[in-house]
């Protein structure tokens, strides 16, 4: 399974962007897919997730109110729309699923936000 992020990119403070990560197979076979971020020198968090059987979301407190998961199945891609975006949201951002054996990653995707 490959996972494809894009999306990122420099946006001012208070702007929005929005992350996409298509996957290879489908998107409906994973029990777990969610959106990581790493800023340099500091551990790769969990900012928001979906599971599967249930279609529940989660998110960081940092982001909630902020950011959306959101998947479509049809399109075997996964997005993490981003609003009112902070200097401290700059990080790789990279997009996660989990099968019942595996564990994906993706490459990652910058986001700089200036202040």
């Known amino acids: 399974v490959q996972l494809v992020e894009s999306g990122g990119g420099l946006v001012q403070a208070g702007g929005s962007l929005r992350l996409s990560c298509v996957a290879s197979?489908?998107?409906?076979?994973?029990?777990?897919m969610g959106w990581y971020r790493q800023a340099p020198g500091k551990q790769r968090e969990l900012v928001a997730h979906?599971?599967?059987?249930?279609?529940?979301?989660g998110y960081a407190d940092s982001v909630k109110g902020r950011f959306t998961i959101s998947r479509d199945n049809a399109k075997n891609t996964m997005y993490l729309q981003m609003n009112s975006l902070k200097p401290e949201d700059t990080a790789v951002y990279f997009c996660?699923?989990?099968?019942?054996?595996?564990?994906?990653w993706g490459q990652g995707t910058q986001v700089t936000v200036s202040s």
């Open positions: 996660n699923a989990r099968s019942a054996w595996d564990n994906f």
């Open positions: 197979s489908s998107t409906g076979s994973f029990r777990f």
């Open positions: 979906i599971v599967s059987a249930s279609g529940s979301t």
